[in-house]
């Protein structure tokens, strides 16, 4: 997950709105690009997924999400787990699921182009 110095509130807000726009921009063009692409069969998507700037962009997308839920899950858990170890155990679920979550999608990427 990308560090934000949390002790500079500005900088924070700052990268929530460009992850934000990044989020929109990938989201509408993927929705774009599988409704005009019309993929036939799976091997008409691995070749749309193989083309290496599709793949960069859904890299950034896996990111874009990893970053974004990430900052969810954190507002929600500050605003609603008030015990200290119940909020650090939560904490640290949370990270390793996302972790997991984003490597097993840039994993899944990798495949369905590499076959």
């Keep these: 997950m990308v560090k934000v110095n949390m002790n ?5 807000w700052f990268a929530e ?3 934000a726009v990044l ?3 990938l989201m509408s063009w993927l929705v774009l690009a599988i409704q005009h692409q019309a993929f036939h ?3 008409d998507f691995q070749v ?7 793949l960069l962009a859904l890299v950034m997308l896996v990111f874009s ?3 974004h839920l990430g900052k969810g899950l954190q507002h929600v858990m500050d605003d609603y787990v008030q015990i200290r170890w119940q909020h650090r155990w939560l904490g640290i679920s949370i990270k390793l699921m996302l972790a997991a979550l984003t490597i097993a999608g840039i994993a899944a990427l990798i495949h369905i182009s590499r076959q």
């Design 65 to 67: 999400l990893h970053w």
């Design 8 to 12: 500079r509130p500005a900088l924070l």
């Design 48 to 54: 749309w997924v193989a083309d290496a700037s599709h």
């Design 17 to 19: 709105r460009v992850n």
């Design 41 to 43: 069969t799976y091997r």
């Design 23 to 25: 989020l929109l921009t």
